[in-house]
């Protein structure tokens, strides 16, 4: 089975750089899409296929992708970004979809 | 706009069952896949299954297989999963999520969750 690996945590002060990677051999073949998740909300996508933004979503979230890491890059990170990040992919047919472990991001 | 609203969780002895429900408005329901997704207290989130618009095809994450079924009404515009034989380890607030269908293999809307707490 398939299997995607993140970092547990990733702390960052105000208007610094946050990168959450995001590792998994399913991701070379397989777009990733991240969501983030604010306490006793449910999780909402901020990146779909590896780097294309949703619309609304602020131009500070970034993804990319090379061969089996995808990165979530947050710049100039502001105190609402404190939350969890999972990034989230599938096997080849689409049909079992799989989540990272989950990253917390702490705004120091 | 697109609502989803889960209903059925509560506590649940270990060994029983428990239905829960889905309830979609927004979008045309029967054109849709639906997924369920779990969220264990402090953990993340877990993929559990998915069914076709038409309910042709499930399928199933490892860890629910037999014992889990998903299912839906197109004309209650209403999704199911039935839980069996739970465990402790099934406690988790559960999640509807939308298909994007060809969109993409992503979970498109999601519903706020229903808590399932597993006691005696």
């Known amino acids: 089975s398939y299997e995607l690996t993140q970092p547990p945590s990733v702390s960052v002060s105000p208007g610094q750089t946050a990168r959450i990677t995001c590792f998994g051999d399913v991701l070379p073949k397989q777009y990733a899409y991240w969501y983030q998740q604010k306490p006793g909300q449910a999780p909402m996508m901020i990146i779909y296929?590896?780097?294309e933004r949703p619309s609304g979503i602020p131009e500070r979230f970034s993804g990319s992708s090379s061969g089996t890491t995808v990165t979530l890059t947050i710049s100039g990170v502001q105190a609402e970004d404190e939350a969890d990040y999972y990034c989230?992919?599938?096997?080849?047919?689409?049909?079992?979809?799989?989540f990272g472990g989950g990253t917390k991001v702490t705004v120091l | 706009q697109v609502h989803l609203e889960e209903s059925g969780g509560g506590v649940v002895q270990p060994g029983r069952s428990l239905r829960l429900s889905c309830k979609v408005s927004?979008?045309?329901?029967?054109?849709?896949?639906m997924h369920w997704v779990r969220q264990a207290p402090g953990k993340g989130l877990e993929w559990l299954s998915l069914?076709?618009?038409?309910?042709?095809?499930?399928y199933y994450a490892h860890s629910v297989k037999g014992r889990f079924t998903i299912s839906r009404d197109n004309s209650k515009n209403t999704l199911y999963l039935q839980m069996s034989s739970v465990s402790a380890d099934d406690m988790a607030i559960y999640y509807c999520a939308k298909d994007p269908g060809l969109a993409g293999f992503y979970f498109e809307f999601w519903g706020q969750g229903t808590l399932v707490t597993v006691s005696s």
């Open positions: 989230q992919s599938s096997d080849n047919s689409g049909n079992y979809r799989m």
């Open positions: 296929k590896d780097s």
């Open positions: 927004g979008f045309t329901f029967s054109n849709s896949g």
């Open positions: 069914i076709s618009s038409d309910a042709t095809y499930t």
